[in-house]
């Protein structure tokens, strides 16, 4: 720290490609919060997707329908501790632009799946006791300015009732919580008996099953056990674990990881060239200046360390006010895209990552600048001045 003073004072000399390195610093992190905000938000809930939670599926396509009578078979697998049910509603408030998540669910089962849902005992309660009833996330409920005992008319896409109609009147019974940052807070959820007596088609038929297995580690073993009940029959079965569903579901845009990872490698690759050509010069330009302090004292190491030192002053700088603009923007500003993107922050460890690569870019850029000034001979640098 005693030396901070020195590199601040090298950083002024050249104020305007000082400025335009930190620039570009800058805005690479800046992208950097971002496109890893949109990447976990891709992920759909897969950081917080339970461990020991499976999901059974028709094994021809998702939406393929699987008989309500499964549920008992499935819990009389050895190792599956309990297991429920939902179906996508695919409905419309509104306008079609307003797009949330629908489920038919059985309240006490569901939530009982889903602890991370968080509803008082009175919500509960109530949700058991209105047949029209639903229970929305917090996120949904503020988006649309809900709140208890409102009617919210969704029309069905798929879903017609008996008489015809596609208006389906739910009323807000209960508002829930996540328990953790990234739980999906954006659900739509309604009682699968009201659903099941008012549709028109199909009764008897859910979209999936999810599972709760005793132990995690015997998962696989669980999954295989399940299909293997329903093998050669008229709805044969897939079951996964709940993080391979819901990458499922991402990974139909694409895998968006090696995208990302690869926009930001180029993203990367260019600012060290920048940073790292803006060290070189800089080093050239102070030749005389480092042999005269060799020659007052400083070792090689002090002079590479102070060479250092000022690529990653330089980096944190850039990379220090781009990480805290990105985070702002994510934080703040939440899902830029109005609700296609429910699940938009920036994790804890993807900041550190951030932090991380801020410290890296500097130590790469000056590396070599660095190695050539602590090379440096006091004699040749005093002639080359």
């Known amino acids: 720290m005693k030396y901070l003073h020195l590199l601040w004072a090298n950083l002024r000399r050249k104020k305007t490609r000082t400025i335009l390195t930190v620039l570009s610093i800058f805005v690479a992190f800046v992208l950097f919060s971002l496109l890893v905000a949109v990447e976990h938000a891709m992920d759909m809930g897969v950081s917080v997707a339970g461990e020991d939670r499976l999901v059974v599926r028709h094994k021809v396509s998702l939406i393929q329908l699987l008989p309500e009578s499964y549920e008992s078979q499935i819990e009389q697998v050895e190792g599956v501790a309990d297991a429920t049910y939902a179906t996508w509603f695919g409905g ?21 799946m ?6 008082s005992e009175e919500e509960r309660a109530a949700w058991r ?9 917090r996120g949904l409920a503020e988006k649309y300015g809900w709140k208890l005992g409102d009617k919210v008319p969704i029309q069905a896409t798929i879903w017609v009732q008996e008489d015809g109609s596609r208006t389906w009147t739910f009323d807000v019974v209960g508002i829930y919580d996540g328990a953790e940052q990234g739980t999906d807070d954006t659900q739509f959820l309604f009682r699968y008996d009201y659903f099941d007596e008012a ?11 999810m599972i709760r297995v005793e132990d995690p580690e015997r998962a696989a073993a669980v999954a295989a056990a399940v299909d293997a009940r329903f093998a050669n029959s008229a709805a044969e079965t897939d079951t996964s674990t709940e993080k391979a569903f819901v990458q499922g579901f991402a990974k139909q845009v694409g895998n968006i990881g090696k995208m990302m990872a690869a926009v930001l490698g180029a993203v990367f690759f260019t600012i060290l060239l920048v940073a790292g050509n803006t060290m070189a010069q800089a080093v050239r330009e102070r030749t005389e200046e480092l042999g005269v302090l060799k020659a007052m004292g400083f070792t090689s190491r002090q002079v590479l360390g102070l060479v250092v030192g000022e690529s990653c002053l330089i980096s944190v700088l850039g990379g220090g ?6 985070w702002a923007l994510v934080t703040l500003g939440g899902d830029p895209t109005g609700g ?8 804890a460890p993807q900041v550190a990552l951030g932090a991380a690569l801020v410290v890296l870019l500097g130590l790469l850029a000056g590396a070599l600048p660095a190695l050539q000034a602590m090379r440096l001979r006091v004699a040749d640098a005093l002639r080359r001045g």
């Open 114 to 119: 889903y602890p991370e849902f968080l509803l």
């Open 199 to 209: 549709r028109g088609m199909a009764k008897g038929e859910i979209g999936w099953y």
């Open 129 to 137: 006791e209105t047949r029209t009833g639903a229970v929305v996330g």
């Open 92 to 112: 419309i408030y509104q306008d079609p632009r307003n797009y949330f998540a629908q489920f038919p669910v059985d309240p006490d089962e569901y939530l009982a």
């Open 321 to 326: 006010l781009g990480l805290a603009l990105g």
């Open 340 to 347: 296609a993107l429910p699940i938009f922050f920036m994790p």
